[in-house]
């Protein structure tokens, strides 16, 4: 028994349907991120690098510095210029030096952006370019803030599995990630909480003596 032009004429329409739908994804999937292409604010690689060792100095002075007895609250600012100089400059040096670091096969390049929701990370992968919004959840008295993805992105097509870009490089944050370290003098920093804006985000940290002090 063959099937009647009705059936015929229906099994078409769905097939045309999902050729339509499948198309669209594509095509949404190949459509970056406004805020990919514009184009990086150093003149040069070895500007780059300058702002990436700045950055990374500046983190590390205020994160070492010796600070009054007992706990001790104090900020920083990260600009998104210069978390990217970081990831362009200093972070294949990393990659270079520590062969253990995880770096997912076709990733060419990695970039964020900060605006009033969050921070984006994003990543070339293949040809696509694959982010994940980053959301944070301020602390407590005595808990540190909570990183968690907020959502994943295939260019403008959503993707169900939230963890994406971040969990490729740090397994960790496949799922909430308390925001405290331990320093080698036996304190420990926390973050309190993130203040995010067009570009740049403020951390409110927190510097704990260390437990026997």
Do not use: Y
Request: glycine content about 8%; overall charge neutral; aromatic content about 8%.
């Amino acid at each position: 028994m063959t099937a009647g032009p009705r059936a015929w004429r229906r099994a078409f329409l769905v097939m045309l349907v999902a050729v339509a739908a499948l198309a669209a994804a594509t095509a949404a999937a190949r459509r970056a991120p406004a805020w990919w292409s514009e184009p990086a604010p150093w003149p040069s690689e070895d500007a780059a690098l300058e702002t990436a060792r700045g950055l990374e100095q500046g983190i590390a002075s205020e994160t070492t510095r010796v600070r009054a007895r007992g706990a001790e609250d104090w900020s920083v600012r990260v600009r998104a210029a210069d978390l990217n100089a970081w990831l362009a400059a200093r972070l294949p040096q990393w990659l270079e030096h520590d062969r253990s670091l995880p770096w997912p096969e076709g990733v060419k390049r990695v970039r964020v952006a900060i605006d009033a929701d969050g921070l984006a990370l994003a990543a070339d992968w293949n040809g696509f370019v694959v982010t994940t919004r980053w959301a944070v959840e301020p602390g407590s008295p005595g808990a540190p803030a909570t990183l968690r993805a907020a959502g994943s992105s295939v260019g403008s097509l959503p993707i169900p599995f939230a963890a994406g870009v971040g969990a490729w490089f740090v397994p960790e944050l496949g799922r909430p990630l308390a925001l405290r370290a331990r320093l080698g003098d036996g304190r420990s920093v926390s973050v309190a909480d993130v203040e995010f804006a067009d570009g740049e985000a403020i951390v409110d940290c927190r510097t704990d003596a260390r437990a026997d002090g």
